[in-house]
């Protein structure tokens, strides 16, 4: 059946530092992948997504890059800000709507 | 702000009871969702749908039924049935048809029961 597997379910970085979380897919037939951020309290936001034609999108601090052989997609935030902490997640969408989430990434900054 | 409305915002029940959660959207999106959120756990999906009249399980639909009577509403409830049911419970719509869309979401509902 459909899945999407997250990692890491923590991770703290240094302010100014790098961050990547990484996520791969059960079905080569999910053909959007987009990454929510989830702060305390409320509702998830979209930050960047990607079409399964396309290897990296960049947008900002924020990049998104799509192996579609290996099936897996990976977030990756630069140059990290106390305000990027939250909880991030990544999802793929299949051709019949559904939209499988990851388990969640809770991001840190630390000062 | 998104145009998706979940009421209330929080709920409280007593085991036993059923209870319908509302979701209304107004971006005049065919497909709606609803997602569980637990420590934890993620977003789990719970029932989904396409098209008005027309619905599909999720993963963890068990206890829980919908309905799609109008393109705008997406009712939840949560049946007794449901052995867990306290969580925070999320809507969203998207787009239907070309899979590449993201979905929008409602500022949920936090159900607790006691």
């Known amino acids: 059946g459909e899945n999407v597997e997250q990692h890491p379910s923590t991770l703290s970085v240094q302010e100014g530092d790098s961050a990547v979380i990484k996520c791969t897919y059960s079905?080569?037939?999910?053909?959007?992948f987009p990454w929510y951020k989830q702060e305390l309290g409320k509702r998830p936001q979209l930050i960047i997504d990607?079409?399964?034609?396309?290897g990296e999108k960049k947008d900002q601090r924020i990049a998104v890059t799509l192996n579609k052989t290996a099936k897996h997609f990976s977030l990756h935030i630069t140059e990290t800000q106390p305000e990027d902490s939250a909880v991030y997640f990544c999802?793929?969408?299949?051709?019949?709507?559904?939209?499988?989430f990851g388990k969640g990434t809770r991001l840190h900054i630390l000062p | 702000d998104g145009g998706i409305t979940q009421s209330p915002k929080y709920l409280f029940r007593k085991e036993g009871q059923n209870v319908t959660l509302s979701c209304e959207q107004n971006?005049?999106?065919?497909?709606m969702y609803w997602y569980r959120q637990d420590p934890g756990q993620g977003l789990r999906l719970i029932y989904y749908?396409?098209?008005?009249?027309?619905?599909q399980k999720g993963d963890i639909a068990e206890g829980y039924s919908v309905s799609r009577e109008k393109k705008e509403s997406f009712p939840l409830t949560v049946t007794s049935a449901q052995k867990n049911p306290t969580a925070f419970y999320l809507c969203?719509?998207?787009?239907?048809?070309?899979?590449?869309?993201?979905?929008?979401f409602g500022q949920g509902t936090r159900l607790t029961v006691v």
């Open positions: 999802a793929a969408r299949w051709r019949d709507d559904k939209i499988i």
């Open positions: 969203a719509s998207s787009i239907e048809g070309t899979g590449i869309t993201e979905a929008f």
């Open positions: 749908s396409q098209i008005v009249n027309d619905f």
């Open positions: 990607i079409r399964s034609n396309v």
């Open positions: 079905d080569s037939a999910s053909n959007y």
């Open positions: 971006l005049n999106h065919d497909a």
